[in-house]
């Protein structure tokens, strides 16, 4: 594909199956982020250049490290077009985050950049201090001020990164500031996560398996979907970290969920074979046997392809796909 000699480019279709995302998130992201195709062939056909792939696969590289959607959309055009290898705004800490642009994001529901870098200062230091009443007390106002996903996406993910990065090289010193944020993010997450009391009824999809790979512990953004899909009424089933294959395998038998989600942090984690495996269980009767929607989530899957797999790359997208089965429709 080449867009100088008049090559007609990758379909919607194609693209998202190359990046791992639904056709309608590709949509969604032209419509608030402006990464749209550069060619429209017949002036309706979508066809993506060799550039255009390159912006979409920065921002995903980007928002799987835990990028805003709207600030990765940026960062990725502005790269493509020769800005350099500026940092995002979003993953700085509080400190570098000074001479960061002021520009307000576009996106619908997202809080201008002053904003969302004053809410990350005012975390990183609470943690810093290891004031847990000043931390409890952000992320309650966070969750209250902008709602689950806007808070995960701009305030409480964006500061786990920046306080991860700024000790990393620490060696054990400051480990204590990182455990503290991240307690008081997952208790932040289930004080709002509300319980679906309500049973299934036979002709309602089943729940949304939640669940990290074999080897993986990080669980926070499992948390955060798992609010989110709660508060949109949607019955889930969160089993955490590491979860054993065989162990994840007869959950999906027994509960016959609508989707089961997959988060794998780093690649060592990341099994495309379990994934694959778990796509093709089934449950049910002879002749109307089902199986589940797979979703991956989480850095450990970029890079390489899951054919016929999901991989939203956002709390928000994660969201949209997973409520799909439902009767939800997407965003």
């Known amino acids: 594909m080449d867009e100088t000699t008049g090559g007609t480019g990758m379909t919607t279709g194609e693209l998202a199956r190359r990046l791992g995302v639904s056709p ?41 490290a835990g990028v805003p959607p709207a600030e990765a959309a940026r960062a990725a055009k502005e790269g493509a077009a020769g800005a350099g290898t500026a940092v995002p705004a979003a993953v700085l800490t ?75 090289s620490s060696g054990d010193r400051y480990v204590e500031v990182e455990h503290l944020l991240s307690w008081h993010v997952s208790t932040a997450l289930r004080r709002v996560t509300p319980l679906c009391r309500a049973g299934l009824s036979d002709t309602a999809p089943g729940p949304v398996v939640l669940a ?34 065989e162990a994840l395998t007869a959950a999906v038998r027994r509960l016959g969920p609508a989707a089961v989600f997959l988060w794998a942090q780093v690649r060592s984690t990341a099994s495309f074979s379990l994934a694959r495996h778990v796509a093709a269980t089934q449950w049910g009767v002879k002749g109307a046997r089902r199986q589940p929607m797979v979703v991956l989530g989480g850095p450990g899957w970029a890079g390489r392809s899951a054919q016929g797999i999901l991989r939203p790359p956002s709390l928000r997208e994660a969201l949209s796909v997973l409520t799909f089965p439902h009767g939800c429709g997407r965003a």
């Open 94 to 168: 509080a400190d570098e985050q000074t001479s960061a642009s002021g520009e307000r994001s576009r996106a619908a529901g997202a809080l201008p950049l002053g904003d969302a870098r004053q809410e990350c200062r005012g975390l990183a230091r609470a943690a810093v201090r290891l004031d847990a009443p000043a931390l409890d007390g952000r992320l309650t106002s966070a969750v209250e001020r902008y709602g689950l996903t806007v808070a995960w996406e701009e305030v409480m993910m964006p500061t786990l990164h920046a306080v991860g990065r700024r000790w990393a």
């Open 212 to 245: 990290c790979v074999p080897g993986e512990q990080h669980t926070l953004p499992l948390e955060a979907l798992n609010a989110g899909l709660a508060q949109q009424g949607l019955p889930t089933r969160m089993f955490g970290a590491a979860v054993p294959a």
């Open 24 to 64: 309608t998130t590709l949509r969604s992201w032209d419509r608030r982020y402006g990464v749209g195709p550069a060619v429209r062939a017949d002036g309706r056909h979508r066809r993506w250049t060799s550039r255009d792939v390159a912006v979409l696969e920065a921002m995903c590289r980007l928002t799987s």
